[in-house]
């Protein structure tokens, strides 16, 4: 239950960082780039977007070789479509209380959405539940090619941006999702994120492992 909790919040985090990402106007984090990309050139809301990167991010992981079991595809399937649904709700209600104007509530907005992000992304991880469909796709990567996680990562990363770029620029002659902000959260979340192992993983661990603890007067 515990580990359910974490990993929903964790999302939760995570769609609501990207929500603020895109509010501050500075441009995404490579991972929801292509997604942003796609409801800037047609209209379509993030969270629909989100979920159908996602699917084709499940399709790359089978084209590289990974086994995805039905239930994996729904596993899989159903945390990016509850992803979906935490990205267009919380962006929903930035839109309604608040639409950053000025640099300095752009920029807040942006350092912001790093944290929750990075927050976002230690939570649902360190739940070790299964893996949302893009860094399913990085492992895959990494597992098929031989290179470490960290060389998969940049590469995802980049092919990403790459696409959404292009995507953009074809159609609405901008860089559209890309910008500073996709620079800065490159550079920044991975390391905020160790910043929260090194702060937080071990008494969550041991909150989490509290939870799985059998009381002794309890039958198995």
């Known amino acids: 239950m515990r580990r359910s909790l974490v990993y929903a919040a964790g999302l939760f985090l995570l769609a609501t960082g990207v929500s603020f990402s895109i509010a501050a106007g500075f441009g995404v984090s490579p991972v929801s780039s292509l997604a942003v990309a796609v409801t800037i050139t047609t209209g379509i809301t993030v969270g629909v977007t989100t979920v159908l990167a996602n699917v084709l991010f499940i399709v790359i992981q089978m084209a590289l070789g990974k086994t995805v079991t039905p239930a994996g595809f729904g596993m899989q399937f159903l945390a990016a479509f509850v992803f979906g649904v935490f990205i267009d709700s919380t962006l929903w209600v930035l839109e309604t209380v608040y639409i950053p104007e000025t640099l300095f509530s752009r920029s807040l907005f942006l350092g912001i959405s790093l944290l929750l992000i990075a927050a976002g992304?230690?939570?649902?991880?360190?739940?070790?539940?299964?893996?949302?469909?893009?860094?399913?796709?990085?492992?895959?990567?990494?597992?098929?090619?031989?290179?470490?996680?960290?060389?998969?990562?940049?590469?995802?990363?980049?092919?990403?941006?790459a696409?959404?770029?292009t995507l953009c620029l074809a159609v609405t002659q901008t860089f559209g999702s890309i910008g500073i902000g996709t620079l800065i959260a490159a550079a920044s979340v991975g390391r905020l994120i160790g910043l929260f192992s090194r702060l937080f993983q071990q008494p969550l661990q041991q909150w989490l492992s509290a939870g799985e603890t059998i009381h002794p007067n309890r039958v198995p």
Do not use: E, H
């Open 163 to 165: 696409c959404a770029g």
């Open 121 to 161: 992304l230690f939570s649902y991880i360190s739940a070790k539940f299964p893996l949302m469909p893009y860094d399913a796709m990085t492992q895959a990567v990494s597992a098929r090619f031989f290179w470490p996680f960290a060389r998969a990562k940049v590469t995802s990363d980049g092919i990403n941006v």
